[in-house]
Nanobody
Framework: QVQLVESGGGLVQIGGSLRLSCAAS????????MGWFRQAPGKEREFVAG????????YYADSVKGRFTISRDNAENTIYLQMNSLKPEDMAVYYC????????????????WGKGTLVTVSS
C-alpha cells in the first residue's frame, strides 16, 4: 500500500514563499506518477502541478505557472512544491497524490492520496 506524507504547510504572508514536501513509500518511486493538488474552503479540489512517471516532464495549472515549481528527489522518494509569490487565492489544503499511470495532469485517475497540509496566506 502506498503511503504519502505531506509536510511544510503553514502560515505565510502575501508575496512570501513556502516549500511543501511529500514522502512516498510502499511502491518503487519509479512506478508512480506524482503531483500536487489543492482544495480551498468551499471549492472543489484542483490540480496544481504534476510529473510524468519518469519525472522528465512537468505540468502546471495556469494559475500557478511561473510561481510554483515541482521537483523531486528520487533517492529520498520525495517530491516538492516550491511556492513563491503566494497570493490569498493560494490558501488551501495541499494534497500530494500518485497514480500508476504515465503522468499527472488532472484530478481524475489518481490512485493514492496523502492527508494534506494546510497553507494559509495572510496579509
Amino acid at each position: 500500500q502506498v503511503q504519502l506524507v505531506e509536510s511544510g504547510g503553514g502560515l505565510v504572508q502575501i508575496g512570501g514563499s513556502l516549500r511543501l514536501s511529500c514522502a512516498a513509500s510502499g511502491l518503487p518511486f519509479s512506478s508512480l506518477s506524482m503531483g500536487w493538488f489543492r482544495q480551498a474552503p468551499g471549492k472543489e479540489r484542483e490540480f496544481v502541478a504534476g510529473f510524468s512517471r519518469s519525472g522528465g516532464d512537468t505540468y502546471y495549472a495556469d494559475s500557478v505557472k511561473g510561481r510554483f515549481t515541482i521537483s523531486r528527489d528520487n533517492a529520498e522518494n520525495t517530491i516538492y512544491l516550491q511556492m513563491n509569490s503566494l497570493k490569498p487565492e493560494d490558501m488551501a489544503v495541499y494534497y500530494c497524490a500518485a497514480r500508476l499511470g504515465n503522468r499527472v495532469t488532472a484530478l481524475t485517475g489518481m490512485d493514492y492520496w496523502g492527508k494534506g497540509t494546510l497553507v494559509t496566506v495572510s496579509s
